[in-house]
């Protein structure tokens, strides 16, 4: 396995390979195995391209051979920070069937997170929207191979303009346009600034050149690792999670499996594609390991959702609680025919009874689920034929019967059945172990290689919802921003440094959309003060993604502290809680 990375014990590696867990296929080669089976399915849609499954699997083949030839190498890492857009897919590919190994990256990362990875991966590449959101991420890309100098090559959507197309940006249309059908004039749009501009393309003979078999030659190894997830991070910056082919296919088909997927389902990618949700539990994987389709809803924005479940007949509707809370709040929703949606999945947090209910009375046709999952592996979920009272009470039960969960106490003892309790789990797709983490990781696993979730769950033991597990709290120092987690410690560290700041405590405060959103505790240097707009602005520029900002913050003289004179971020939780009631009601 790749230098960095904990194998699984030779002894369960085995086992999971006898047994047919895990199998010696590659991402690649799964995408080959359903192109055989349904060349003119539809494979992906976005709004300005459609592409089938014999389209999907010779652009990512023909794309594979360019990267090898602009200098990319198997077992190189490289950064992918892409929108839902249909090119995603075929970059994906591209990497799996050389063994290139991307570090998905989230759209909202900045300079300082995505410095952090390609300096720890000594990443090569960088795959990009030239703009996206109002984020001019060719600029970015200067700014960390500044600080990362491996990191040679710099690839990005469309055509680019005369200017840019002499910078060193290597553009992906150029690339594919020999296989790419033109798109009709309206659809040229640009949909992300210059990109799609399909001029002076000129065919050429790339496949002719290079021998299709050179590509199987390159096999990956299916044990070894595919690519990095990122943690929610509970301590500092998000670690890396390294994931191999075969368990990431596992987790994918068994998901798919429990949900009963099959060719006809259309899954809307929602939520950035890179996250573990859509990517794979059981995702766009799991929808392309069955022959279905995946849609790209280039942002969560309610009409963009809508008009792509509109458009492109989406029946798996995969998104967090808060974003379930906008589309279900937006006078849009009316205007578009949504019928075709048979479930609606939540995941990332935790999605309350009351919100089933009225998802429920608005949309009485579809079935409501939960998915509680984490890019280290384990999935939950709640199955179609569930009761309602599970759906209310449970985010699930493990998706695969190989997976091991446990719910203990502070000393690692098994909680009876029914009480609160840490979550640990192990098992064919949870890792043993963060990249090049070492230290983190003597705490992150127990010695016998469960990982410690830091979520607080009930294990049902009888009644109506056996085997599921509510998720009661939690015991990690994160907060959850409607699905996406910032670790307190991570802002805390950078607050510090500010010259007006004694001491800061980050804390979740209670938020009707999000779910939680950042509050910042912060002891003021003698005479000194800090207003937020000041501090957002101190930490904008030290780069961070923006989702991390605090959304408001307390000066205070001094901390709740503990009985063992630690800060008591729960008395801070109920204080923050309390103030915000109390000027709601006024
Ligand atoms: C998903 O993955 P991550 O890695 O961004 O976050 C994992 C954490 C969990 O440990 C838990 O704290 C929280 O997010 N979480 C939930 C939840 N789903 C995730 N908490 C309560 N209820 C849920 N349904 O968030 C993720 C990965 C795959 C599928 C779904 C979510």
């Known amino acids: 396995m790749l230098e960095g990375c904990t194998p699984y014990p030779d002894e369960v590696a085995e086992r999971y390979k006898r047994d047919g867990i895990?199998?010696?296929?590659?991402?690649?080669?799964?995408?080959?195995?359903?192109?055989?089976?349904?060349?003119?399915?539809?494979?992906?849609?976005?709004k300005n391209r459609r592409l089938n499954y014999s389209e999907l699997n010779q652009l990512s083949d023909r794309l594979a051979l360019h990267l090898l030839e602009q200098g990319l190498r198997s077992r190189d890492i490289v950064l992918l920070q892409l929108p839902n857009v249909w090119e995603f897919n075929v970059v994906f590919f591209a990497l799996m069937k050389i063994g290139v190994m991307p570090v998905l990256c989230l759209p909202p990362h900045r300079q300082a997170e995505l410095t952090y990875f390609a300096q720890l991966t000594g990443a090569t590449g960088y795959f990009v929207a030239p703009e996206f959101r109002g984020c001019n991420y060719i600029a970015l890309a200067r700014e960390i191979q500044a600080a990362a100098p491996a990191l040679r090559h710099v690839f990005a959507l469309g055509a680019g303009s005369e200017s840019s197309r002499n910078e060193g940006v290597k553009y992906l249309d150029p690339l594919l346009a020999p296989l790419l059908a033109p798109l009709p004039a309206p659809m040229l749009a640009p949909l992300l600034d210059d990109s799609h501009?399909?001029?002076?393309?000129?065919?050429?003979?790339?496949?002719?050149?290079?021998?299709?078999?050179?590509?199987?030659?390159?096999?990956?190894?299916?044990?070894?690792?595919?690519?990095?997830?990122?943690?929610?991070?509970?301590?500092?910056?998000?670690?890396l999670i390294p994931r191999t082919h075969a368990d990431y296919i596992y987790n994918a088909r068994v998901c798919a499996e429990v949900l009963g997927?099959?060719?006809?389902?259309?899954?809307?990618?929602?939520?950035p594609a890179e996250h573990n949700f859509p990517l794979g539990a059981p995702g766009m994987v799991g929808a392309l390991s069955v022959g279905g389709s995946v849609a790209m809803s280039l942002t969560p924005d309610p009409p963009t959702v809508f008009e792509a479940?509109?458009?492109?007949?989406?029946?798996?509707?995969?998104?967090?609680?808060?974003?379930?809370?906008?589309?279900?709040?937006?006078?849009e929703r009316e205007k578009y025919d949504l019928t075709s949606l048979r479930f609606v999945c939540t995941g990332g947090q935790k999605m309350l009874p009351e919100l089933v209910d009225r998802t429920r009375a608005i949309w009485p046709w579809v079935t409501v689920g939960h998915a509680f999952g984490m890019a280290e592996g384990l999935i939950n979920l709640t199955r179609s034929?569930?009761?309602?009272?599970?759906i209310r009470e449970t985010q699930g039960r493990p998706a695969s019967p190989h997976e091991e969960i446990r719910v203990v106490d502070d000393d690692g003892r098994d909680v009876t059945p029914g009480e609160v309790?840490?979550?640990?789990?192990?098992?064919?797709?949870?890792?043993?172990?963060?990249?090049?983490?070492?230290?983190?990781?003597?705490?992150?696993?127990?010695?016998d290689g469960f990982y410690r979730t830091g979520d607080m769950v009930r294990l049902h033991a009888a009644g109506p919802l056996t085997g599921n597990v509510s998720v009661e709290g939690r015991k990690k120092d994160m907060i959850n921003r409607g699905g996406e987690k910032i670790s307190a410690e991570e802002v805390e560290n950078l607050i510090l440094a500010h010259d007006s700041v004694h001491m800061v405590a980050v804390v979740a405060m209670p938020d009707a959309v999000m779910g939680e959103k950042s509050c910042a505790f912060v002891i003021p240097r003698p005479g000194r003060t800090l207003a937020l707009a000041e501090l957002c602005a101190f930490l904008i520029a030290r780069n961070i993604a923006k989702f991390k900002l605090p959304e408001r913050l307390e000066l205070v003289e001094a901390f709740p502290l503990t009985h063992v004179g630690k800060v008591s971020k729960k008395d801070l939780r109920v204080i923050i809680a309390d103030k915000l009631r109390a000027e709601a009601g006024a």
Do not use: C
């Not at 790339?206 to 044990?223: A, G």
């Open 22 to 46: 895990w199998r010696p296929q590659t991402l690649g080669e799964l995408l080959e195995e359903t192109t055989a089976r349904f060349p003119d399915r539809l494979a992906v849609a976005a």
């Open 197 to 239: 501009v399909n001029d002076s393309l000129a065919s050429d003979s790339l496949e002719l050149r290079t021998p299709m078999d050179s590509l199987r030659q390159l096999r990956p190894d299916p044990y070894d690792v595919a690519f990095f997830l990122l943690s929610g991070g509970t301590t500092g910056i998000p670690k």
């Open 261 to 271: 997927w099959e060719s006809s389902m259309v899954f809307m990618v929602v939520i």
């Open 309 to 331: 479940i509109q458009r492109d007949k989406g029946t798996f509707l995969a998104l967090s609680p808060a974003l379930l809370i906008m589309l279900l709040n937006s006078p």
């Open 385 to 390: 034929n569930d009761s309602l009272a599970v």
């Open 421 to 447: 309790g840490e979550l640990i789990t192990r098992g064919p797709y949870t890792i043993r172990g963060y990249y090049k983490a070492e230290e983190h990781n003597r705490t992150a696993f127990t010695a």
